[in-house]
């Protein structure tokens, strides 16, 4: 995944992004937006540490998928369509400020199979589904919104 310093090009991503998802139709439907970043996002690689803690991969490799990426101030979200499965999709929440990140292996359908949290440069802890549903549903909530949103809002 690419480094999140704060530049004008993830303002452009963002923008683009809500863009190109809401004038997919991709609106309240994950497995919509699914598919518009499938088609349409850039690619990208899951870290080799991150694909294994998540159970997506056996070996310590980086994982492609197809990303979208929205910045909201110091808190970055991506949401992450393996390449080889599209039915694996990991969504990250990265508080840039605490240096902290929640990430969540999901299937295409919204199904909550595992969680974990990390401080940068810490090993990451995995987290019961219990405790991660939370702010999981949050996560979930906020990429369903950008599809309702209007072409051309931010």
């Known amino acids: 995944m690419s480094d999140f310093t704060g530049n004008r090009g993830w303002l ?3 923008a683009a992004m809500t863009v190109m998802l809401s004038a997919q139709g991709a609106a309240g439907s994950l497995a919509g937006l699914v598919d518009a970043v499938v088609r349409n996002g850039p690619a990208s690689r899951l870290p080799a540490h ?5 159970g997506i991969s056996r070996v310590e490799q ?35 400020q605490s240096r902290s990140t929640r990430a969540y292996l ?13 401080q940068a440069g810490a090993p990451a802890i995995e987290r019961s ?15 369903t919104d950008v ?3 209007p072409t051309g809002s931010k």
Request: hydrophobic fraction near 50%; proline fraction near 0%; include cysteine.
């Open 12 to 14: 452009i991503v963002a």
């Open 50 to 54: 991150l694909s294994v803690v998540l």
């Open 62 to 96: 980086e994982t492609a998928v197809k990303q979208a990426v929205i910045r909201d101030g110091q808190t970055v979200h991506t949401f992450n369509v393996c390449a080889a499965k599209h039915d694996d999709v990991v969504l990250m929440h990265v508080d840039e």
């Open 106 to 118: 999901a299937s295409a359908a919204g199904v909550l199979r595992k969680a974990v949290s990390y």
């Open 129 to 143: 589904l219990a405790e991660a549903r939370g702010d999981f549903a949050k996560e979930i909530k906020f990429w």
């Open 147 to 149: 599809g309702h949103r």
